[in-house]
């Protein structure tokens, strides 16, 4: 059977990881003079403390190449094929380092790359369906191709609560953080072609933006594919969280409704407070 590998980006829970038998390749978070690996020995909290404590955003870097080469080892040993899943290379070098792991095991022929275009669940979507074909019996290339045609179907996007983490990461200026937090501004953040950009802006209290957001997209929920939608989001009330979960519910569309925390990377860059609805179109 093919192995399936993902950065940590995918923001899949524990659960999903064990249950899809997905391994996962840790980006790495930089607070200061420590270096932690996503999702070990961080958490979002503690470097939502940092970051306010320190008025600056953590830095963020691809997986080391040494910890690239050490999951890929085994299952090449076993003779498997695999297939590894990156953020958007616009955003990362991590599928890079995929690659130049694999030359190193000389294994290029055993190994496919894939660059999501995407972020958090985004890839996370992909990455299930990509374990699915794997049950299945597929080849990595049948995979490949599966998800490529797939990738431009997934929809990603999600509203922030505060902008001050989007500035100080500098994908937002000062005036405009300084605007949105002070009118209470919260921009619909859209993934598309690989990229991140601002589309609607909701203004008012995070409880009603987030369920304006959520209706919004309704007639796209419509014509969703009914496997499954995420609710993922890096710390937000549980009663604006569980909201969601009953809207989506009455929709009577998707068969799993899945609720992730955003990691550690992904959180840096958005701050608490930001919730995404994540699905494929149908």
Known sequence: MVKIISDSTCDLSEDLIQKYDISILPLHIILGEQEFEDGIGI????????????????????PAMERAVEILKPHIEEGKEVVCFAISESMSSSANVMRLAAEELNADDKVTVIDSANLSTG??????????????????????????????????????????????????????????????????????????????????????????????????????????????????????????????????????ILETRAGGVISSHCGPGTLGVLFIAG
């Open 43 to 62: 958490t979002p909290d503690k470097i939502y403390a940092w970051s306010d404590a320190n008025k600056t955003t953590p830095k963020t870097s691809a």
């Open 123 to 256: 890839i996370g979507l992909l990455v299930i369906e990509a374990a699915l074909l794997a049950k299945q019996g597929c080849t990595a290339a049948q995979i490949k191709e599966q998800i490529e045609e797939l990738k431009p179907r997934v929809r990603a996007s999600f509203v922030v609560d505060t902008l001050t983490y989007l500035h100080r990461g500098g994908r937002c200026t000062g005036l405009a953080a300084l605007a949105g937090n002070t009118l209470k501004l919260h921009p619909k953040i859209v993934v598309k072609d690989g990229a991140m950009g601002a589309s609607k802006k909701y203004r008012g209290k995070m409880e009603h933006v987030v369920m304006d957001y959520v209706k919004d997209m309704e007639k796209e929920l419509q014509d969703a594919c009914p496997q499954r939608v995420f609710i993922t989001h890096s710390g937000c009330e549980k009663e604006i969280v569980d909201e969601v979960q009953n809207y989506l519910s009455s929709l009577h569309i998707f068969e799993e």
